[in-house]
């Protein structure tokens, strides 16, 4: 599950990524995210593993809770895992929006 962290980090002046949950039962939710260029996901905690699958190109630049910055390089089909728990922020740095599935276990 992922928890929106708000009430710790004020929101800054960038617009939102777009979240649909696709499907939600008692052990799994997939979650698909569309991100316009300079959009962001906001400070969130994931309390489950999971796992993503890319569908577009691109570039998001997650900021970790711990001071950290990673970029992943966006490419369409490539598939990553995820262990719990992880708090940080997605953001598209790139001009091209940036698509990917997001699964998580909740068990």
């Known amino acids: 599950m992922s928890v929106a962290l708000e009430d ?3 929101r800054r ?3 939102e990524a777009e979240r649909v949950v696709m499907f939600e039962d008692e052990k799994t939710r997939i979650t698909q995210w569309r991100f316009p260029p300079g959009t962001e996901t906001g400070w969130h905690r994931h309390t489950h593993d999971y796992v ?3 569908q577009s190109s691109g570039q998001l ?6 001071g950290t910055v990673n970029v992943i390089d966006y ?3 490539h598939t990553a895992g ?3 728990p992880m708090e940080h922020n997605a953001k598209n740095i790139s001009n091209e929006e940036v698509r990917v599935t997001e699964i998580e276990y909740k068990i």
Do not use: C, M, P, V
């Not at 630049?61 to 711990?66: P, Q």
């Open 52 to 54: 993503t699958i890319q």
């Open 75 to 77: 490419k369409d089909g």
């Open 13 to 15: 002046e960038t617009a």
């Open 8 to 10: 710790r980090e004020a």
């Open 61 to 66: 630049r997650l900021e970790n809770r711990d």
């Open 82 to 84: 995820y262990s719990a």
